[in-house]
Nanobody
Framework: QVQLVESGGGLVQAGDSLRLSCAASGRTFSNYAMAWFRQAPGKEREFVATINWSGAFKRYADSVKGRFTASRDTARNTVYLQMNSLQPEDSAVYYC????????????????WGQGTLVTVSS
């Protein structure tokens, strides 16, 4: 099974950009579809983006479409989430997740999670 560690979160101002990284350990990383979810305080965890094993197929939540871009570097066992034009409503803990099936957008079916990285966007 793959293990995931996110990084790259921080405090930024509205309109700024951040790039999150999710480093995976385990030799089977390339077999997994990957996804990003986020959870704001008091809210349910929600889907952000998902990417298939090759990186050729991606899907985004409507709220981030056109602003966020998911990518993966199989050689580095890493998945990225480039976040542009950040808004205060993007503030949340961001989690990456792995699953054998693409696409996956329902957090309730995910078994493999990272520990999360906090993104705070000030207005």
């Amino acid at each position: 099974q793959v293990q995931l560690v996110e990084s790259g979160g921080g405090l930024v101002q509205a309109g700024d950009s951040l790039r999150l990284s999710c480093a995976a350990s385990g030799r089977t990383f390339s077999n997994y579809a990957m996804a990003w979810f986020r959870q704001a305080p008091g809210k349910e965890r929600e889907f952000v983006a998902t990417i298939n094993w090759s990186g050729a197929f991606k899907r985004y939540a409507d709220s981030v479409k056109g602003r966020f871009t998911a990518s993966r570097d199989t050689a580095r066992n890493t998945v990225y989430l480039q976040m542009n034009s950040l808004q205060p409503e993007d503030s949340a803990v961001y989690y990456c997740a792995a699953d054998m099936t693409y696409p996956f957008t329902d957090y309730r079916r995910v078994d493999v999670w990272g520990q999360g990285t906090l993104v705070t966007v000030s207005s």
